[in-house]
């Protein structure tokens, strides 16, 4: 099975702040990686797929990067609204893995 | 629009049995495949299976594999999640995700979550 691991689990950051969360596979997955948004009791929500494509509706201040095994997003000036825990996902032959989560909170 | 609506939460005793659902509207439900997640209390997000309702197709994480059935009734465009007997181990929530047609490898819509509750 393919793993993954996000970092860090945890960041304190103010409003406008640029934050950086990072993914690594454990093997190569090509582009095939996503990333979701989850606010307490709410469902994820998808920004970014195929590493770097921004999801109809997603602010342009969300940006993914990478391939292989290391991929990256990136808030380019955090706002109110973007506290909250972020997921990374893999997909490789209909074999789906979630990152542990990265907790976005304010400073 | 594209919707996911989720069946209401669920109190169960161990051992018991139960089905929950996630009907979809706004899009061919045939078409796409539809996968389950699960979310441990204060956890992180969990991935279950998937199925593709057109024939039934359907793929299970190796975690997941023997420990519950996934299964779509095309004819009122839901999927469902069973368990046969539940154990406390299995109090989460719940969540039904779609896939897009053209690029199966990631979940563009979710269903509001079905919270399960199973006492000892």
């Known amino acids: 099975d393919i793993q993954m691991t996000q970092s860090p689990s945890s960041v304190s950051a103010s409003v406008g702040d640029k934050v950086t969360i990072t993914c690594r596979a454990s093997?190569?997955?090509?582009?095939?990686s996503a990333w979701y948004q989850q606010k307490p009791g709410k469902a994820p929500k998808l920004l970014i797929f195929?590493?770097?494509s921004l999801q109809s509706g997603v602010p342009s201040r969300f940006s993914g990067s990478g391939s292989g095994t290391d991929f990256t997003l990136t808030i380019s000036s955090l706002q109110p609204e973007d506290f909250a825990t972020y997921y990374c996902?893999?997909?490789?032959?209909?074999?789906?893995?979630f990152g542990p989560g990265t907790k976005v909170d304010i400073k | 629009e594209v919707q996911l609506v989720q069946s209401a939460a669920e109190v169960k005793k161990s051992g018991e049995s139960l089905k929950i659902s996630c009907k979809g509207s706004?899009?061919?439900?045939?078409?796409?495949?539809i996968g389950w997640v699960r979310q441990l209390p204060g956890k992180g997000l969990e991935w279950m299976g998937i199925?593709?309702?057109?024939?039934?197709?359907?793929r299970y994480s190796p975690s997941f594999q023997g420990q519950v059935t996934i299964s779509a009734d095309k004819s009122i465009s839901t999927a469902y999640l069973q368990w046969s007997s539940l154990k406390a181990s299995d109090t989460a929530i719940y969540y039904c995700a779609r896939l897009p047609r053209q690029q199966l490898n990631h979940f563009d819509y979710w269903g509001q979550g079905t919270p399960v509750t199973v006492s000892s």
């Open positions: 996902q893999q997909a490789n032959s209909f074999l789906f893995t």
């Open positions: 199925l593709y309702p057109g024939d039934s197709d359907t």
């Open positions: 706004g899009y061919s439900f045939t078409d796409y495949w």
């Open positions: 195929a590493a770097s």
């Open positions: 093997q190569g997955i090509s582009s095939w």
